[in-house]
DNA sequence: CTTGAAATTAGTACCTGTTACTAATAGTAA
DNA sequence: TTACTATTAGTAACAGGTACTAATTTCAAG
């Protein structure tokens, strides 16, 4: 980036710049457009564009509060009603980037994590793991909805174990699935 | 907090109360712990905390960088081939964050949304739906390995496609799965 | 009670990346 | 040439520190 652009251009540049990666500082930034300091400032001025500090802080924030909707969490969905070894009840409220941008679809495997999540809760055991599951999805979910996690364990043979989950989404059924879940107690 | 506790409970709560929360101020400590800055400075040298800025800093640039797991990136997995309409193949390295922490088994729904995401993938239309899947988890994955899932369009019925998705870990199968995806081309 | 070490507090100089402001200078179009 | 915009320069002040020195408090053991 050598040549002196318009101003205009310039400040383009910089939004794309920094809405992409924000962790430039100001005098990092004088380089890569060759203009002063001041003229950075000024254009972060009129674009309403905050300074490093704000700017680092905003993307911790954005994903530190997040409920981490999955990997970080143990749990996918609010749970609200456990009875160890028998049945559990959560929420799943879904959010925008839980679904495919172009149509606000749900993307399956978050009604499968909030479904596995709930059946390896109502297991009495302090490890479990996916065996086989058998699932259905019978609609498509917009992004808004609070999704109802129902899970029933039906039997239990050995260290395996049988859960129906069923989801919800006002009264309506959009999921149902069938977990064998296998507990790993004593290695 | 109003009692002064001793040296080594205050460390060990303001490591706790910073690893959930890293966005205090030394000064907000003081108020917190009941003692002077002077005193949360030392605890932060000696437990080797950074600063309020290095902190932030550093959560920003985890989930900055982050190939964001889930949720964010349309496709989970690193897609390395694909012949659309037919096939496609993709990579997965997990990660300890995709696993549980006491036994370092990854989460299945890890596992089902690189599959779902290559099912999709291969689909030669805008946007596509799980409808039905039935699905069977082989053998536990620990953390840290490679995953190999290939898809392939068995068949194609109006706007239903069935894809089968096997995906491997050094030769061995560890999933298969049946996936029926609907297309929803023209709404 | 006294002494000595650990723990805590006080205080200062300096650092980065800024804001907020004033003022000078360069560029450009009428 | 003039008027106006864009750019640059420079200074004071701020937050949230580091790094260091030094004083003061606490508290247990002799």
Chains 1, 2 share one sequence.
Not at 37 to 43: A, E, S
Not at 91 to 106: C, P
């Amino acid at each position: 980036m050598k040549k002196r652009m318009s101003k205009a251009e310039r400040q383009k540049e910089l939004k794309k710049k920094l809405s992409n990666d924000p962790f430039f500082t100001d005098e990092e930034l004088t380089n890569i457009f060759n203009v002063s300091i001041q003229t950075i400032r000024l254009d972060r001025l009129e674009l309403g564009i905050p300074e490093l500090r704000e700017r680092v802080k905003n993307v911790a924030e954005k994903n530190h509060s997040k409920v981490r909707s999955l990997g970080g969490k143990e749990i996918v969905g609010e749970l609200i009603d456990l009875e160890l070894g028998k049945s559990g009840i959560s929420i799943l409220e879904t959010t925008e980037d839980m679904a495919f941008e172009k149509t606000n679809v749900i993307r399956g495997h978050h009604i499968f994590a909030q479904a596995e999540s709930i059946a390896m809760a109502v297991i009495d055991a302090e490890v479990a793991l996916t065996g086989v599951a058998n699932i259905k999805y019978q609609t498509p979910i917009k992004s808004g909805n609070k999704l109802i996690a129902k899970a029933e364990v039906v039997r239990q043979r050995g260290n395996k174990y049988f859960v129906h989950v069923f989801i919800y989404e006002s009264q309506k059924q959009v999921f149902r699935g069938k977990f064998i879940l296998v507990s790993m107690d004593k290695e």
